[in-house]
């Protein structure tokens, strides 16, 4: 058995209730401000106050002792909202946006979505992998020890499974933990142009079964939005994902309120994501339910809108996570980290608050909460050493990757 010690530790973690956290336990973290963990074997055997957790080693033969000088201990980072499988960014259409171009204008020029797409459908399998490996990584050097990735950019059946193997794989590679999720219906594809009801009828009949077959995705996800896909498309796109076993989530009232919340609390999903325009009523039928928020600030930040209301979320009950939305067109960031900061300096959330949303609701949004999320016995050793005493030195950083001093998954040092 591979066992290690580390000790001098001021470990800040959530407590894993059973359920994602809401309301007031959205803020509340357990410290150890003279802490130690003991790993065996990559899991979590002992945390706590250093002296108990030297009881517990007492005898024992340990591989190795890490000094961690006092600094801050936080659960490794989870990531529950990304696209960032794809080729090639759009650097040329941030610019255009920036100084005031049109999205309509954009599209002429060859930019958006679908440039991704077409990109994505020719890249060979092994350079959509390295591109998105590397993704993996970097995010990984920030902190992030488990993440979601979605599909989206294939929109056929060939180029979405060829997705979903790349995600597959570029999380062995990278070593992270990721959650694969089935986006057939991100757009609708040049092809389906002028019959985009076929599209929905080719994800339903032909893809979910592929994909379910495949056995890679976990989750299936739909962009529910006013000329994409209706909420009754998306219902009857969601009601088959489930009967194939898939678990359900929703891009839902990102640009205009069209129901997506109150969609997601009635088919129970486990998400509902972006939120920006959500209703009252949405909100409160979430919370009802328990569906996650997931919140993407950078989105926001890159768009120059306004964020979502979290702390009303907060307030009603609704258990909010934080995600990067890593994608080429509206948030090339793979960073928790300024997501984080941006949560509390643009949301006003607390940095416990923005903890919790960031490790272990953002666990429970993609089905993770059992082994990752907190700093529990039994759960894998990912954690991240800040260059810090508290969480609060991420935003107070701006969310710079300098707040981290290094990253270790599975007990094993990454960064
Ligand atoms: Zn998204």
Same mark, same amino acid.
Request: proline share 0%; no cysteine.
């Given at each position: 058995m591979v066992r290690k010690l580390f000790r001098n530790a001021r470990i800040y973690t959530p407590r894993d209730l059973g359920e994602p956290l809401r309301g007031r336990d959205q803020g509340s973290l357990t410290a150890f401000p003279e802490g130690a963990l003991l790993v065996e074997d990559g899991l979590l055997a002992a945390i706590g106050p250093e002296k108990e957790v030297l009881d517990r080693v007492a005898g024992g033969q340990l591989c190795q002792e890490v000094d961690l000088e006092g600094m801050c201990v936080i659960p490794g980072l989870v990531d529950p909202h990304t696209h960032m499988c794809f080729v090639g960014t759009r650097e040329r259409e941030f610019q255009m946006r920036c100084e005031g171009t049109s999205y309509l204008e954009i599209l002429a020029a060859g930019g958006g979505i679908l440039s991704t797409v077409q990109r994505v459908r020719q890249a060979r399998e092994e350079e959509l992998l390295a591109e998105t490996t590397g993704r993996m990584r970097k995010a990984m050097a920030m902190g992030t020890t488990t993440l979601e990735v979605k599909s989206g950019y294939g929109l056929n059946v060939q180029d979405e499974l060829k997705m979903l193997r790349v995600i597959d794989r570029g999380a062995r590679l990278a070593g992270a933990d990721v959650s694969p999720t089935f986006l057939g219906a991100h757009a609708i594809p040049p092809e389906f142009k002028n019959s985009p009801g076929e599209y929905v009828d080719l994800v339903v009949e032909e893809m979910l079964p592929r994909v379910s077959q495949q056995g890679i995705a976990r989750f299936c996800d739909v962009f529910c939005e006013e000329g994409v896909f209706s909420p009754d498309e998306t219902r009857r796109i969601l009601r088959r994902a489930r009967s194939l076993g898939l678990g359900l989530k929703i891009h839902a009232d990102e640009i205009k309120d069209t129901g997506g919340a109150k969609l997601a609390a009635e088919l129970e999903a486990v998400s509902a994501e972006h =939120? =920006? *325009? *959500?209703s009252n009523e949405g909100l409160k039928a979430m919370a009802e339910k328990g569906v996650i928020a997931i919140l993407l600030p950078a989105t926001a930040l890159s768009l120059r809108k306004p964020y979502a209301r979290a702390r009303e979320m907060i307030q009603m009950g609704v258990p909010v996570a934080l995600a990067t939305d890593c994608n080429p067109g509206s948030s090339y960031t793979n960073s928790m980290l300024l997501v984080m900061a941006l949560a509390v300096l643009g949301m006003g959330l607390s940095a416990e608050e923005a903890l919790v949303a960031s490790t272990i609701n953002g666990a429970y949004a993609i089905g993770m909460a059992q082994k990752v999320g907190t700093l529990e016995v039994g759960k894998q050793a990912d954690f991240v050493v800040l260059d810090g005493e508290t969480p609060w030195i991420i935003p107070y950083s701006l969310g710079a990757q300098s707040s981290v001093r290094a990253v270790y998954k599975r007990g094993e040092r990454v960064s």
């Open positions: =939120l =920006l *325009a *959500a």
